[in-house]
């Protein structure tokens, strides 16, 4: 029996690789890594049929080292350490550190990724593991903090009509067959940016046709499929696209196409943990202080799928993504929070002011710490002035109000308590 298309069309250098060249093109981070020689752990992220297991195997044939492969799915910390043992016995002196593949790292427990830790640390193994989930939600910071982050992208109708061509003329069993690609649409449509989908639907439409020449047209694929390209098409353009759609129409205020595009997530089979993550996300980038229930209401709805589990689950996350939705929208905090972040970067480590550092200590005491502090309570209102921010950032401003029937009142206050420091004027145009 021979082998299914996609594999035997497996690229195995940069030059046959197709798509990412944001990565591996001429000039492009990941490619200079692989160029010079030398690479550090990475972890690659991106939908289904991307290249992330090809573009590792690559890796390995290119810098000619020992390659290592686990599924999380299958494999436990026992398996983690017999393949880290392996490592260590087959390093030579000065030689690159075998590498180790892990598939859907993202299903790994965290005991599982504890396991790792150290050899990678200590560069007994280069770690390269590929998800299709947020690292950053999946993946143990120790862990992530070791690692590079290389993210992928669905490929372009162009990556996948290159293949369909490669595929009719090199490969050995599809070459000795007269194939006319007449018609492609249909095919690019069902594979949904995933190159292992896309070569399937050609081996199986081929392998179907009873003529000579085989003339592929829309027609012809979508008999053969006979099936609807969302149920085919599970994760392949959802964690881009249509996450992206969805934010985007609860941040325009369009409740029924929000909830239409978490309709199409759902029929896709999307992980609902995935989606409410989101939903939470957008209520506090987006909703924000205009409406402060609207995180509450989100993260009930999370627990709510946490507990109650699916189908039932898509009721309470509808209900946060309507409320979500038609509420009045804020993004005061999202962009307070980014530019205290971009001050810190830029000014560094400025010393707390004297009265408001903590003396726990009668030394601290003596020296200043928390003298001439006013405690706010003892004050009319619950307010007194006096600084709080180091002096060389007296006057910075980082949060500005937006216009919302609920940040106007603490816009207003602000102003009641510190005067022209809080008054800003585009803000009372």
């Not at 026992?78 to 002196?93: L, M, P, S, Y």
């Amino acid at each position: 029996m021979s082998e299914p298309l996609a594999e035997r069309l497996r690229p195995r250098t940069l030059d046959d690789y197709v798509g990412q060249e944001h990565l591996v093109g001429q000039g492009a981070v990941l490619r200079k890594m692989i160029d010079s020689g030398h690479i550090s752990s990475f972890i690659l992220w991106g939908p289904p049929g991307v290249g992330k297991t090809t573009l590792a195997q690559i890796v390995a044939n290119t810098l000619k080292v020992p390659f290592y492969t686990l599924s999380a799915v299958t494999s436990g910390v026992k398996d983690v350490r017999e393949v880290i043992e392996k490592a260590k016995g087959g390093r030579f002196f000065n030689s690159e550190s075998p590498i180790l593949f892990i598939d859907e790292i993202h299903r790994f427990s965290k005991s599982q990724q504890d396991s790792l830790l150290g050899a990678v640390e200590k560069g007994v193994v280069t770690l390269i593991g590929a998800t299709t989930e947020n690292p950053s939600f999946e993946v143990i910071r120790p862990l992530l903090s070791r690692c590079q982050l290389y993210v992928l992208k669905s490929l372009g109708v162009s990556d996948l009509q290159k293949l369909l061509q490669r595929a009719i003329t090199k490969d050995v069993e599809l070459r000795e067959k007269h194939i006319e690609l007449q018609e492609t649409a249909a095919m690019m449509r069902y594979s949904g940016g995933d190159a292992r989908k896309l070569l399937n639907i050609l081996d199986l439409v081929v392998e179907a046709a009873d003529s000579d020449p085989i003339v592929i047209t829309d027609k012809m694929v979508e008999e053969r499929l006979q099936q609807n390209p969302l149920a085919y098409d599970k994760q392949g353009e959802m964690h881009y696209d249509i996450i992206s759609a969805f934010i985007k129409s609860i941040r325009g205020s369009d409740p029924d196409a929000a909830l239409y595009w978490m309709a199409r997530m759902i029929e896709g089979g999307e992980d609902p943990q995935f989606i409410a993550r989101r939903v939470v996300i957008s209520a506090a980038e987006d909703i924000g202080l205009a409406n402060p229930n609207a995180l509450l209401l989100a993260n009930a709805a999370f627990d709510a799928v946490m507990k109650i589990g699916w189908p039932e689950g898509r009721i309470p996350l509808a209900e946060a993504v309507v409320y979500l939705a038609t509420s009045p929208k804020s993004n005061s905090a999202y962009k307070a929070i980014g530019e205290a972040l971009s001050e810190v970067r830029k000014s560094g480590n400025q010393p707390v002011p004297l009265p408001i550092r903590n003396a726990p200590t009668e030394l601290m005491a003596n020296l200043g710490y928390h003298d001439g502090y006013k405690y706010p309570h003892d004050y009319p209102g619950n307010f007194t002035e006096q600084q709080y921010l180091p002096d060389e950032l007296q006057g910075c401003r980082f949060w500005h109000a937006q216009h919302s029937q609920a940040e106007d009142k603490l816009y207003q206050r602000m102003v009641n308590c510190w005067g022209d420091r809080y008054k800003d004027k585009d803000y009372e145009k």
